[in-house]
């Protein structure tokens, strides 16, 4: 009898390299710096590859991370996650369909709009920023991963683990182990499957409350998922 993998399984993905699409921003230079320190191969995109390089210097003497322009950051990641303002989404995704075509695509874009009464989610046609990233991709494996991390916490040198849960999801199993996998190599941070792709707009549109809860507490806070 073939036994049943667990749950809790995680593929190997220390060989793997990343690039951040947007990795000039702060999510970006975020997740860049942490997958550097965990020993990936980190190629941070941009519009400017000088402005590129030029965050990649800055984030540490030492760390395997580089900067090109957004396409070439995309044809030479293994992995490419997508941390652009979301206003630029469309597009950008567009313009690197043929690039992007058989890659793993993890999309953490939250299409939130700002007004007088904090953070709000903001209407997608295709339901979520991943959804849409799924029909303008449709040869690449998109997985909706990384909308809840902070950025502070990701770029503070102080901190050594961060205490939070990410949520992934996406229609393509062996995908989101591989991001699962990732977001463990962040250390204290877990990868949980979320569901599938459908199911992104809620987790992105969470982004909202937490932005509300970090405001009145002036916290960081993340999510835990408990009894797994």
């Keep these: 009898m073939t036994s049943k993998s667990s749950p809790h ?10 690039a951040v699409l947007g990795g000039t921003g702060d999510q970006g230079r975020g997740l860049a710096r942490r997958f550097a320190m965990a020993g990936h191969e980190v190629i941070l ?29 995309a044809e030479a990641g293994d992995v490419v996650i997508v941390a652009v303002p979301w206003d630029g989404h469309r597009a950008l995704l567009e313009s690197l369909k043929d690039v992007l075509a058989g890659k793993i695509v993890v999309d953490c874009v939250n299409p939130l709009g700002f007004d007088k009464r904090g953070a709000y989610a903001l209407p997608v046609e295709e339901g ?25 916490l990701l770029l503070d040198p102080e901190v050594e683990k961060v ?66």
């Excluded at 995680?10 to 060989?15: A, I």
């Excluded at 991943?130 to 502070?152: M, N």
């Design 128 to 152: 979520s920023a991943a959804e849409q990233a799924a029909a303008i991709l449709p040869d690449s494996r998109v997985v909706a991963a990384f909308h809840h991390v902070s950025a502070v």
């Design 163 to 228: 205490d939070l849960d990410v949520l992934v999801l996406g229609d393509d199993r062996e995908a989101t182990d591989v991001v699962r996998a990732l977001a463990a190599r962040i250390p204290g941070v877990r990868g949980v499957y979320g569901g599938r792709l459908r199911n992104a707009h809620q987790v992105e549109a969470f982004t909202a409350n937490l932005i509300s809860i970090n405001r009145r507490y002036k916290a960081h806070a993340g999510i835990r998922i408990t009894d797994i």
């Design 9 to 18: 399984d995680l593929p190997d993905v220390s060989g793997l390299s990343i």
């Design 45 to 73: 995109g941009s519009r400017s590859a000088e402005r590129a390089q030029a965050v990649a210097a800055e984030l540490g003497e030492g760390l395997p991370v580089r900067g090109m322009d957004n396409a070439g950051a």
